[in-house]
């Protein structure tokens, strides 16, 4: 494969467009993804807190603030596919919705 026919250098040339859903698309759906970890990673801690024993109020806060995480993450992700889709039904010719 050419050097200017790599798969990277395309999305790279992509990203430089003026298209605002492509670089909206690239900037939220790393956020969404580490969102969803964080969340999953604090949820989980809260558990393993539960598990321990001990006072409810540190498990039960740290539960409701992964969860809340975690919804974050999965909003900011779809907002992501969504604006990825807008972007690919503008670059096949198809009209926006």
């Known amino acids: 494969m050419a050097g200017g026919d790599a798969p990277g250098r395309r999305a790279l040339g992509a990203l430089r467009s003026d298209d ?9 759906a790393p956020l969404g993804l580490v969102l969803l970890g964080a969340g999953a990673c604090v949820t989980g801690d809260a558990a393993v807190r539960r ?3 001990g006072d409810a109020l ?20 779809g907002e992501a596919v969504k604006r990825r889709a807008l972007h690919d039904v503008r ?4 009209a926006r919705p």
């Open 20 to 28: 605002a859903d492509l670089r909206s698309w690239a900037r939220l």
């Open 51 to 53: 598990g321990a024993g």
């Open 58 to 77: 540190p498990w039960v806060l740290g539960g409701v603030v992964g969860l809340c995480l975690q919804g974050a993450g999965l909003s900011v992700f």
């Open 91 to 94: 670059a096949s010719g198809g």
